[in-house]
């Protein structure tokens, strides 16, 4: 099919070689003024070299758009998320997941100011981002055309990508011209590693794959304690020590990598409908997700406790599959936002070579009550009669059925 | 209330101070002939003592039941439970809760075998166990007559019981005297410790309440590793060695507890309406949680995975609750077991100091497909376009609702 | 065991002789001042009788409180219980379930500005109403004091009941003196009835029980047609006509009423434990079920939709319970009231002869787009190529799947 | 992209217009050997005539494929869907979705016994269907080709393709010259009509798109009154004759019909993201449904009766969707069959003027106990008292928060 006519684009731009080939290729097969926008989401590299690309590919000054989104990012969709205790399949924390809805709503944010047409990332026809990407376009900006290259363009192999990349002078770095042993994203939430060396899941992860934690085999023999406060189900303090939102997460991530706290080498079912090997590492999120279970533990009521419980794998599943900008998502944020408004309280957190433990819990809204839990008959309002009521009525249903049973079975 | 006529009634006994005291206690005030009933659930005690002791309080030989019920529990019991990757209120792997059915099924087995009219069991009345044992004998046999010892006494102290106790030639063990520091439960699957030291949640949990692990500081500086087969989402071998289902889960205890892995420190929810605070070790199930989960993932269908992710906390909350032989929880069953057909195959795992990671998935049975996945262009039927159509689609509606959004809206 | 000494009990008082004698039981056995509160929920009945009969019961005139609830209640229970499309078991409208709690809210509001140390109700002992009653109060006054007195007084018989009234001179009204061929609670909602003459579920329901509908069979040959317009999910007006929550419920009502709308003869599940059979009508609630969906059907994207379905069952045994006033299904309202901002609209109804029928559906929200759906190829987003990738990728997992079962099973 | 070469095709043919082009079609574009499968699932027309058209085509006599699949459609597919009282959005009983799979698995099946590479279906690409057959398809036979030529031709226009048939003498009905005022869906469960007429939700539906029910209006003035029995959850009897699944349903349509019972106009949300208006007519599962909530609601315990409720929505959602042959439906299906076991009795059944009603139901499997229930108290073992321990244990946790609350806000 031909190309659409398109006048204006906002690419998602990291600054590295494959973007930058996209970039090239919107001006030189789309014709298109491309406007790039570059985030910092924490993902630990330099953003000016990003700039100075960019206007080598002759993108206009005033179409370079970098900006630092992490508190952005961590108040408005990695703690939002964390309230719900979110875990994908069992076990993975949405650290890419989480991120791209951001990154998607700046670039319709840009194209809304600047008059673009349509929006680009660098995503591959084979990932979730890609779903991701589109699908909170659509939601936001529902005519914006969107051009995703690695579906479009005709190049057969990573050699054909290189000789464009070469005829339209595009840097490339020395350990680009051979292929990555494996693919990486990374932002303050995680780092996630796949492909090539990891693609057999019956091979151990080889150690070089980790750059966001040390291994637990060296990490220091002594374990490290600190404080967690919380306030409406979000971290606001380490050590008695108020922390913006990103901040503190840089904190965590610190304290996590030093002691080999948050590795995950897990084989997960991608959206698009495959399955895929990825390691993923998430220090701070890891000790977070502990965190918060223990301050909930104590200030939530078990109806709400269970509920959320019940809620967060279909919650986890939207945000995995791209969902976060539908009324769903927001239906349940609403739901599990409402719980959150009592989840004040402190926590003691102790990490040891990959271990997080919480091993203390306090809070002025607690809801545990040592009267009443106590073996000793206390003050309080607890008669050990009721719970003989409780049984009876909560048992009558299945004593009629066994009744019933015997009946008919003879 | 006047106490009803009992003739007979099966206690559940372990041959402690405590139910030494209700056998006496169902004798002297009840009048009522005592059938004692020691199960070897793995708790890692002598049975025989209990025989003795019960012939001493003057129960009949053909009275005493005492029985190796391990195979059975982990069989029956354990084993269906990690199917379903089982765990309360994010944490809790529910080794308490699991075996008061068995323990309430072969009391009533012994209760109609023996005419017996009652049943009995020390839990006390502020406890989930009392509800577990209850509901499930009143399931089993709609018209047994349940004596709750803990609920009707007026032992109004320790004591007033201890009193008893030495009114009726009841051993005390010197370090029964004094109270206990805390109350423990323990069978093959975990170790559970609550009351007294440990009911400020607040404090850290002293390091003598652990018996079923070392501390990770503890454990070896080298890692452990070894592979465990799986049929049918049951394991079944550990480094090729077939092993009974109690064998087995007795063998990964060890692995365990020698890796200071299992250890869990939280506040739950009980059933009976309050939070309280236990400390768990479930050496072998924690274990066997994260290879279940690492074999499901190459060989569970992701409608199937996250159906049963879902499901998965409404069924521990109902084995929590006490609700084992109940309708709903069997229908669970069946959805569970029919997604294991093919859960075959065998994972590595690494242990090191208290952490537990699956490092490789292997499996005739896998639905890991490398070629679908690689960045490379396969052979496979895998076209990129697809996922335009896919983005499409799945995005149709929120376009529309962001149209009619951008009309009402102005 | 011996009564508690109360101060000031607030009474749910109907004026009715049950109500009346539970006054005088209050009064003689607990020596307590009877605070009485009577509301006007829509049931139909005068409410001065009440007071004249209070007063001549010994109540001092600042302890009679009488209030017309109506529209709180339907505004703040009804509507928002609709918004959900809340049915009980796949068909009951929870008429007495949600006026329950608005009742024990009034009752300690009133018990705290008067100084009331207990509430009473006068529900029996084997139904919900006193779940709900009480687990209200607790919720909201968690150390007030519950007299109950159907559970606790000694009358043994409707005998002894109305010997103790007429040693009260409580009036007796000559058809109160035989038994009640069935029993009736009433509100602007619904009345339902149960008891005596409808307690064998394979006889049918005589025509004398129904009060609230006549008979399909008795109403007009030809159908009632009207519309509706919906505000966020409310119904605000009647063919155009705004009216308040409860003029436009009483409006529905008549409606309903006079062409056969809302009978309902089921066996339910009481949540203490039995099967119980009621008839309910509900004219009016019928009628809104059908119109809300039909609003929604145009306005409701289909993720909230879907979601709402699925929590709905939830919701409703909440309210079923008793759960009103509870965290959780607080979340769920925040979930559902989310979903609700558009819609807004008009429907068309047409009632027939006990058959409610949604003709019509119109709004300036609508998400119904008719150039999308024709059969037309439109100018509209939808190309056909792209229902191809939407397939395969959701077969993709299955054609994994099966290939692997046709490798295994050979 | 030129089209794969196809040696074998099996298509679903149904002897109309739009079938017979596309056999042409497939015979000229792919040059391929067409195999026609015709089933008789109760649409109402006469199955020879399709013989004829298929041999005037040039269709090898031993390619042509008629089968009657009534007792298959209705036993393996609509009853296991009734089971779980399956409605999609709250109202659509899935006439359409249901038919689906058994079509594509006995396509697949004469697939493979005649070696045939490819299959194909006269589904165009706005609606539901084509996802239904081809995910069956992929499902079933994950190599299979599938051909899908509404999505694949070129006809710009309905003129075009009628053209089309006059070059290749396919027969064109007088009344299919010009457009068809709706299109039009029929099996033994249901008729659907949609398109043209219908496609403003606005408009009431006109009286002659219904043709599998009379109008309530039109319906007589007296009611029918039948009883039904059920055997597993599934329908055995009516008026104590025993029938076949699909005579059963038969005449449960023919008694639909002639009382105006099982019409539907509605707005639903597509599977591929539109929202679309049809007319459904669904007599005899209309009337199955109140029959088998009927039978239900005296057989099937709360606890299997309340998960059930929960699931539908899911399980309508797979099949509204096309995922019949899928884990997860079978999952869910394992579950729903659990549960009726004892779903075995009688209920009575009222018809009137578009109303169906249960009037009686009767169970030797009967959970309902009158004893329980009645106001007087009973022999049995209900005692009041028990109420109270069960409403404070339920209500505990919320008098805790309740205190929680009080304190914090001071």
Redesign the interface.
């Known amino acids: 099919m031909s190309k659409p006519a398109i006048k204006k684009v906002v690419l998602a731009y990291s600054g590295g070689l494959d973007t930058s080939i996209i970039l090239k290729w919107l001006q030189t097969e789309y014709g298109a003024e491309v406007i790039t926008f570059t985030a910092d989401l924490g993902q630990g590299e330099e953003l000016e070299p990003a700039r100075a690309k960019a206007l080598a590919a002759g993108v206009k000054p005033e179409n370079i758009f970098i900006e630092d989104v992490r508190e952005e990012f961590v108040r408005d969709f990695v703690f939002p998320m964390f309230r719900a205790?979110t875990v994908y399949?069992?076990?993975y924390l949405l650290g890419t997941s989480i991120a791209r809805p951001l990154i998607a709503q700046k670039q319709i944010e840009i194209a809304r100011k600047m008059g673009a047409d349509a929006v680009s990332h660098g995503s591959?026809?084979?990932g979730n981002d890609?779903?991701r990407y589109?699908?909170a376009y659509?939601?936001?900006?529902?005519?914006i055309h969107v051009i995703?290259p690695?579906?479009e363009w005709d190049f057969?192999s990573r050699e054909a990508l290189l000789e464009f990349a070469e005829q339209h002078q595009i840097q490339i770095a020395k350990d680009k011209r051979g292929e990555a042993p494996f693919?990486v994203d990374a932002n303050l939430l995680h780092s996630s590693s796949e492909?090539?060396v990891l693609?057999?899941?019956?091979?151990?992860?080889p150690e070089f794959v980790y750059m966001r934690t040390i291994a637990?085999?060296d990490a220091p023999?002594k374990?490290t304690v600190f404080t967690m406060d919380f306030e409406k189900g979000d971290p606001t303090a380490i050590d008695g020590v108020k922390m913006s939102p990103a901040t503190l997460l840089t904190k965590l991530n610190e304290l996590g990598y030093a002691n080999g706290v948050g590795?995950l080498?897990?084989?997960?079912?991608r959206y698009?409908?495959?399955?895929?090997?990825g390691v993923y590492e998430t220090p701070g999120g890891t000790i977070l997700l502990a965190a918060h279970?223990?301050i909930e533990?104590?200030t939530l009521?078990?109806?709400?406790?269970?509920?959320?419980?019940?809620l967060?794998?279909?919650y986890a599943?939207l945000i995995y599959n791209g969902?976060w900008?539908?009324?769903?998502r927001?239906?349940?944020q609403?739901?599990?936002?409402?719980?959150q408004a009592?989840v004040n309280g402190q926590v003691?957190v102790?990490l040891?070579?990959?271990?997080t433990?919480?091993?203390?819990?306090?809070s002025?809204?607690?809801?545990?009550?040592?009267d009443?839990?106590?073996?000793e008959?206390g003050k309080v309002?607890?008669?050990?009669?009721?719970?003989?009521?409780?049984?009876?009525?909560?048992?009558?249903?299945?004593?009629?059925?066994?009744?019933?049973?015997?009946?008919?079975k003879g």
Do not use: C
């Open positions: 205790n399949e069992g076990q591959t026809g084979k890609q779903v589109e699908v659509y939601a936001l900006e529902p005519d995703a690695w579906r057969k693919s492909g090539k693609e057999d899941p019956a091979v151990e992860a637990p085999e023999d374990a590795r080498d897990l084989v997960e079912n698009v409908g495959m399955k895929s090997r279970r223990g533990s104590i009521d078990r109806g709400s406790m269970h509920l959320k419980d019940e967060m794998p279909r599943e969902f900008f539908t009324p769903e927001e239906m349940l609403a739901a599990i936002d409402h719980s009592m003691t102790k040891y070579k990959g271990n433990t919480i091993i203390g819990r306090t002025p809204y607690s809801l545990y009550d040592q009443l839990v106590t073996f008959e309002a607890y008669d050990h009669n009721d719970a003989s009521g409780f049984i009876k009525l909560n048992a009558l249903r299945l004593r009629v059925a066994a009744k019933r049973d015997k009946r008919v």
